[in-house]
């Protein structure tokens, strides 16, 4: 019996391989390849599928994290706050923006920043602030923002593992000043290869995002801004998201409804699934299927034996990230630290087999 993968993208892959060969060949014969007809209508189909009047195609989420910042007026020395619990990506961004890191702690509950964990991390020199949807959970942004607000601080989203989440305030990227995403291959709207996007409400925010992933010009030739860069969205990225992005809703549904099944068959012990309470809700999209649990060892060893695939998402927290040295030595994130030993990612993807999924409950049932 082969092991249930993580995810399988080559799953994804075959279920619109015919679409997908219509769409790619259609760009290889146009001789368009870069900021063409593709990358125009993907921004603006994605753009209305959030609710949201701009989006700007990039390279990644992660020039996407960078401009988004830039965009919202952070300088070098500026501060920013964010989660130590989400992968580093802001702490990248930030750090090639020039920007200066500082951690704030997570709900216990959630794992994601709430208006209560971030506020004793602003400070005078803070500019902006980056909630990350984490594992497809959309933060309660709304104290966020009124807090934000109340100090002067940019609010950006991180909607990276959030594509398609709907709250009763609105979809993911819709909630803050502006927002990235980020469409790896993994993520639930994925390319086929790299690719991102930043959106804003904000017409001037929109065009200077425009002007700074194209080589700072304000029009060809004419360099007008610093730190541009060269973040575009190609044309075969594009025309892939575009195959994709009708099919998100009913993924990301699909997502949930596996996330429900651990939930049942962890049943009411000291392990639990990190967003179980919100699998009948629209306003998490299953990124990814974390469990908590007070002996990981243990329980990773178990679902191995039995060929189940797990990770660990994230096992170092930011702030303890080699790359800092002793920068943060004296910052203490509890909630951060203690989850970081306690979490395990368990397999989720769309395309699953009821198979693998009961293979998954089973072991998940004797724990
Ligand atoms: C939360 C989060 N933010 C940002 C990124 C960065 O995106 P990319 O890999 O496209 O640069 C990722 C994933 O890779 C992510 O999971």
């Known amino acids: 019996m082969s092991d249930v993968p993580l995810n399988d993208l080559r799953r994804g892959y075959d279920d619109r391989a015919d679409e997908l060969a219509k ?21 603006a189909e994605f753009a209305e599928s959030l609710g949201v009047d701009h989006c700007i195609g990039v390279a990644n989420g992660t020039d996407a994290l960078e401009l988004a ?19 580093f990506y802001t702490g990248t961004a930030a750090r090639k923006a020039g920007l200066t890191l500082a951690f704030a702690d997570v709900d216990p ?102 002007r700074l992933r194209q080589y700072g010009w304000s029009a060809k030739y004419t360099v007008s801004e610093e730190r541009g860069r060269n973040s575009r969205l190609d044309e075969l990225q594009a025309a892939v998201l575009r195959v994709k992005l009708p099919y998100l809703a009913e993924a990301n549904a699909r997502r949930r409804a596996i996330v429900a099944r651990y939930v049942e068959a962890l049943g009411a012990g000291e392990r639990r699934m990190v967003h179980g309470s919100a699998v009948d809700s629209t306003a998490y999209v299953g990124h990814l299927a974390v469990m ?25 927290p930011d702030h303890r990230q080699p790359v800092l040295g002793d920068s943060y030595a004296d910052v203490h994130l509890p909630v951060t630290e203690a989850a970081a030993e306690q979490i395990l990612t368990l397999p989720c993807f769309a395309e699953m087999t009821g198979a693998e999924i009961d293979r998954v409950c089973d072991v998940l049932h004797q724990l």
Do not use: M
């Open 23 to 43: 769409v790619t060949a259609e760009v290889l014969s146009s001789g368009w390849y870069v900021l063409g007809p593709q990358h125009d209508a993907f921004e």
């Open 69 to 87: 910042l830039l965009s919202v007026g952070c300088r070098p020395g500026d501060e920013v706050v964010t989660a130590a619990n989400a992968g």
């Open 109 to 210: 509950d959630t794992l994601l920043l709430t208006a209560a964990t971030v506020e004793p991390a602003l400070t005078e020199r803070t500019r902006a602030v980056v909630v990350t949807h984490l594992y497809g959970r959309l933060a309660d942004v709304a104290p966020l923002r009124e807090l934000c607000r109340a100090r002067g601080v940019a609010l950006v989203e991180d909607c990276a593992q959030a594509a398609g989440a709907v709250g009763e305030e609105g979809a993911a990227g819709s909630l803050a000043d502006v927002a990235a995403y980020s469409f790896f291959p993994t993520k639930n709207l994925g390319a086929l290869g790299d690719a991102g996007a930043v959106v804003t409400n904000d017409p001037d925010r929109a065009a200077l995002l425009r």
């Open 292 to 316: 908590s649990t007070p002996s990981r060892d243990a329980d990773r060893a178990a679902l191995t034996a039995a060929g189940i695939r797990t990770d660990v998402h994230y096992p170092v």
